[in-house]
T-cell receptor, first 114, second 111 residues
Framework: NAGVTQTPKFRILKIGQSMTLQCAQD?????MYWYRQDPGMGLKLIYY???????DKGEVPNGYNVSRSTTEDFPLRLELAAPSQTSVYFC?????????????FGSGTRLTVV | GDSVTQMEGPVTLSEEAFLTINCTYT??????LFWYVQYPGEGLQLLLK?????DKGSNKGFEATYRKETTSFHLEKGSVQVSDSAVYFC??????????FGAGTRLTVKP
């Protein structure tokens, strides 16, 4: 099915470890986003990209890095994991005209840092 | 900057009850407005949208009308079902800028 695919679905990391959350979309969307969702806090934008080779910081970028080498893929890298990064992470994508069509979200990655 | 405020939850209703989840927004221009739904263990799904004043978005029995005069986009459903239990997010996007989300409202529908 067309859409946004995130892997893994669950992960437990130890403090100081690193990992990459994968995100891929097959809708030829130029725009892609990473959000984190903390309980009762809504969604906070971590990083976004408006096309291959272009990325920019969102509201809460510290402790994360991204890359966008292709239109389809937008991985999120966590370096030196900290307990504060325990969260559910959502990747999303959209057409440039996002005010007309909204976003398509992946099913999320639940990350626990212990 | 642009922002969205939605009613705090949780909201608990009995099956077939009427649902209203309030959403108000702050924007400098004329944003598009959205409602997303998140079922347990899943990502957000677009439920409905409205792109200009007085537009009514509707889907799956849910409705919301874009009220510019009151800067509101309240979500309504006439008769909720247990399967409607989820978290509902109001959101806006202005001038093709990033989507701004409300904090979410958890709805539980009991049989």
């Amino acid at each position: 099915n067309a859409g946004v695919t995130q892997t893994p679905k669950f992960r437990i990391l130890k403090i100081g470890q690193s990992m990459t959350l994968q995100c891929a979309q097959d809708m030829n969307h130029n725009y892609m986003y990473w959000y984190r969702q903390d309980p009762g806090m809504g969604l906070k934008l971590i990083y976004y990209s408006v096309g291959a080779g272009i990325t920019d910081k969102g509201e809460v970028p510290n402790g994360y890095n991204v890359s966008r080498s292709t239109t389809e893929d937008f991985p999120l890298r966590l370096e030196l994991a900290a307990p504060s990064q325990t969260s559910v992470y959502f990747c999303a994508s959209s057409y440039e005209t996002r005010n007309l069509y909204g976003y398509t979200f992946g099913s999320g990655t639940r990350l626990t840092v212990v | 900057g642009d922002s969205v405020t939605q009613m705090e939850g949780p909201v608990t209703l009995s099956e077939e009850a009427f649902l209203t989840i309030n959403c108000t927004y702050t924007a400098t221009g004329y944003p598009s407005l959205f409602w997303y739904v998140q079922y347990p263990g899943e990502g957000l799904q677009l439920l409905l949208k409205a792109t200009k004043a007085d537009d009514k978005g509707s889907n799956k029995g849910f409705e919301a009308t874009y009220r510019k005069e009151t800067t509101s986009f309240h979500l309504e459903k006439g008769s909720v079902q247990v399967s409607d239990s989820a978290v509902y997010f109001c959101a806006l996007s202005e001038d093709n800028n990033d989507m701004r989300f409300g904090a979410g409202t958890r709805l539980t529908v009991k049989p």
